[in-house]
Structure formats: structure tokens, C-alpha cells
């Protein structure tokens, strides 16, 4: 485990170097190349396990040695192309912490920052989808904080708003979104989302959940929007 003073250099070096770099192009410097290196061996032993689960909880032990490189960037950073820091938005995705990957993606998003070419899609896809995904699984737990992961699917929806991405993704979005403030007992809020959701893609499988709404609104005496 690193010392409290050997992360503060990290974040303080990883911080400068971000500061310094061109945006759009590479990222260098002492701790990105440190990063970099460690990444392939993490990536290289998290290639060698079967099991998700094992996998996902092998990136929770790891991530934490990548955390002062990540605050470092985001506290300085311009916009230089950051494998290392996009590959962290993902980890932290899949561990859970989907308050440090939003505030990954805000930065990535802002400065548009492409994800490594492995993962097959871009920047706004990525987070979009994977926190719906996420988010899903999160609220399926018995201790699930409903208001939090509104909120989560919230401020996701606020990054990436107005950016192209394909139909059925933004449509997970909305309907993971609408599942969430349903679980927060949000009724109005759930039935919008699940409504955008229908209208970017038929077969998002939420007609049924929009009629139970719909019927629990007019028991609550309110008015289901048409």
C-alpha cells in the first residue's frame, strides 16, 4: 500500500504534467508512464481470471493505487489523451463508484477524450451505457439508495445531454433512469423517463411499466401526462 506522502506526489506530479500537456494530444510524463506500465500488468493479470465477479473485484483492489494519478489529471488537466484515466472511468464503473466515474466522464466528455480503442466505443456511449448498466444492478441490491442512484442517473443523463449516440443507448439510459426515481417513489419523474425511453426505441420492454404508472398516478389522483 502506498504511503500517504508517496500519493500526494503522485497527485502533485500527475497534476503538473496534466497542467502542461497539449490538449488532444498524448499525455506523458513520470507518472503517466508509471501508470501506464502498471495498467498493462493489471490488465495482463485481470485477463488471466475467468470469473467476472473475481475480475471485478480484483479492479477494486487495484484501483485504489491509480486514485492520486486520476485526481491529479482532474485537478489540472486540459485535455491530453489518457488511456490510464479513461480505463479508470470504466474500473470505476464496475466497482461501483460511480461518483468518481461521472466525475471522469464530466472531464473526458468536456475535453472530448477518446476511450482505448479495446473497448470498441466511444466516450459518451461508454458512460451512458455502463452506468445504466450499473446503476440496474445497484438497485436490484436490498440496501439500494434510491435517491442517490437517481441522482447518479441524473447527473450521467446531464453529461452526456445533447451528445449523438445511438438510440438504443440512450434509451437504457432513460429507462434505467426511470427505474430509479421509481425506486426513489418519484411516479411523475419515473413515468417521463420511461415514456423517452418508448420514444428512442419500441423495444425497451417498458410499456408495462409506464401503464402501472400511469394507473398509479390516477389512484394518487394525479394526472398521467399524455
Not at 493479470?45 to 493505487?65: C, G
Not at 486520476?70 to 484515466?85: C, H, I, Q, R, T
Request: charged share 30%; net charge negative.
Amino acid at each position: 500500500m502506498k504511503s500517504p506522502a508517496r500519493k500526494h506526489y503522485e497527485q502533485v506530479t500527475a497534476a503538473k504534467a496534466a497542467g502542461a500537456a497539449t490538449p488532444g494530444q498524448q499525455q506523458a510524463g513520470e507518472q503517466y508512464e508509471l501508470h501506464a506500465a502498471a495498467l498493462y500488468d493489471a490488465t495482463r493479470t485481470l485477463k488471466s481470471i475467468k470469473s467476472i465477479q473475481a475480475k471485478i473485484e480484483k479492479k477494486r483492489e487495484l484501483l485504489p493505487d491509480f486514485l492520486p494519478y486520476v485526481e491529479g489529471v482532474l485537478s489540472e488537466g486540459n485535455g491530453a489523451k489518457d488511456d490510464v484515466l479513461m480505463t479508470m472511468m470504466v474500473w470505476c464503473i464496475d466497482v461501483g463508484d460511480f461518483e468518481k466515474a461521472l466525475a471522469i466522464g464530466a472531464y473526458a466528455v468536456k475535453h472530448n477524450i477518446d476511450t482505448p480503442d479495446r473497448y470498441a466505443r466511444d466516450t459518451v456511449s461508454i458512460l451512458a451505457e455502463e452506468i445504466a448498466e450499473g446503476v440496474k444492478s445497484a438497485l436490484a441490491k436490498e440496501d439500494a439508495d434510491a435517491d442517490a442512484l437517481a441522482n447518479v442517473m441524473a447527473r450521467a443523463a446531464a453529461i452526456v445531454d445533447n451528445h449523438d449516440m445511438h438510440d438504443e443507448i440512450k434509451a437504457k439510459l432513460h429507462k434505467t433512469y426511470g427505474y430509479a426515481l421509481r425506486a426513489a417513489e418519484d411516479v411523475e419523474g419515473a413515468l417521463d423517463q420511461l415514456k423517452a425511453a418508448l420514444a428512442l426505441d419500441e423495444r425497451i420492454g417498458v410499456k408495462q411499466d409506464i401503464q402501472r404508472l400511469e394507473s398509479q398516478l390516477k389512484k394518487q389522483g394525479g394526472q398521467a401526462k399524455a
